[in-house]
Nanobody, 115 residues
Framework: QVQLVESGGGLVQPGGSLRLSCAAS????????MGWYRQAPGKQRELVAI???????NYADSVKGRFTISRDNAKNTVYLQMNSLKPEDTAVYYC?????????WGQGTPVTVSS
């Protein structure tokens, strides 16, 4: 059974940092593209960052220079380091695992940026 379990969300002040983790099980992790998406209230889910199996990365323009995605294949875990957080980063953050036409999603972890 495939599971993606996110953790690390919470409440943080503007300018603060959080590190999200997503632990995967039931998949051949090293072969999967891993991504972080987010969905703010009343908005569509949007891509935040992705990391390919070879380690290359892509980011949404809104988070470039502030967020860093990384993966630890030995731990089957993908991370999202979020720095200089802004109120507009408030959303539920979802982990995604993709391989060819297969996609799996985690249950999401909420991030609230507020003073």
């Amino acid at each position: 059974q495939v599971q993606l379990v996110e953790s690390g969300g919470g409440l943080v002040q503007p300018g603060g940092s959080l590190r999200l983790s997503c632990a995967a099980s039931g998949i051949a992790f090293t072969f999967y593209l891993m991504g972080w998406y987010r969905q703010a209230p009343g908005k569509q889910r949007e891509l935040v960052a992705i990391i390919f199996s070879g380690g290359s990365t892509n980011y949404a323009d809104s988070v470039k220079g502030r967020f860093t995605i990384s993966r630890d294949n030995a731990k089957n875990t993908v991370y999202l380091q979020m720095n200089s957080l802004k109120p507009e980063d408030t959303a539920v953050y979802y982990c995604q695992a993709g391989h060819r036409d297969i996609n799996y999603w985690g249950q999401g972890t909420p991030v609230t940026v507020s003073s």
